[in-house]
């Protein structure tokens, strides 16, 4: 079945770029999706990408996509300490359902 | 001023009781879900709907129930045989439709805490 993998934590300086990966084993999605969830809050809908293309870029964001290899990456340009949350990367399976790795954690050193 | 809400933000559950998450949203969206998330992991579908008066289980429905009335709402019941309910829960609805109407938008979340 479906299923995610993503580095659990990735820590970088301020004003560093952060690069999150993520491997997924399939998805019918037409879209994929990073989400970003700050401590205690809900999912936000970050930035998206489809299916079709094989990059996105969206103001200090950038996405990635590798179908072959079913790999997805999300850069973040001059990483603030705002930034500093949990991103996931759900696939999306037939039905319209996603589904969800552990996620990144990334932590924003002053 | 759309969007979606989930009341309360905390809930204290006592054994053996059931208690019920409200999740109302008016983005006229048609499916709904209800999402588990327990510290360091993903989230996991317990139930969604994607029309009123129609919901199927997802991974881990057992202990859990729902009814869907109104488009508006997808109230989540934690029941008594929910073991270990303790957990942040979160609400999530889409248009349908296909494409990208099948982006899901998610709530604020509820912290259901055991006494």
């Known amino acids: 079945g479906e ?66 290899d079913k790999h997805l990456s999300l850069r973040i340009a001059d990483t603030q300490t705002g930034d500093s949350a949990i991103y996931f990367c759900p696939s999306g399976e037939s039905q319209g359902n996603l589904i969800f790795g552990k996620g990144t954690k990334l932590s924003v050193k002053p | 001023d759309g969007g979606i809400t989930q009341s309360p933000k905390y809930l204290f559950r006592k054994e053996g009781q059931n208690v019920t998450l409200s999740c109302e949203q008016n983005l006229n969206h048609d499916a709904m879900y209800w999402y588990r998330q327990d510290p360091g992991q993903g989230l996991r579908l ?38 270990n309910p303790t957990a942040f829960y979160l609400c999530a609805s889409s248009k349908r439709g296909g494409g990208i109407q099948e982006t899901q938008y998610f709530g604020p979340g509820t912290r259901l805490l055991v006494l």
Do not use: H
């Open chain 2, 46 to 83: 317990i139930y969604y709907s994607q029309i009123v008066n129609d919901f199927q289980k997802g991974d881990i429905a057992e202990g859990y129930s729902v009814s869907r009335e109104k488009k508006e709402s997808f109230p989540l019941t934690v029941t008594s045989a929910q073991k």
């Open chain 1, 3 to 68: 299923d995610v993998e993503q580095s659990l934590f990735l820590s970088v300086r301020e004003g560093d770029s952060s690069v999150i990966n993520c491997t997924y084993t399939d998805s019918s999605s037409t879209y994929l999706y990073w989400y970003k969830q700050e401590p205690g809050a809900g999912l936000q809908l970050l930035t998206y990408i489809f299916s079709n293309m094989d990059m996105k870029q969206d103001q200090r964001l950038t996405v990635l996509l590798n179908k072959k």
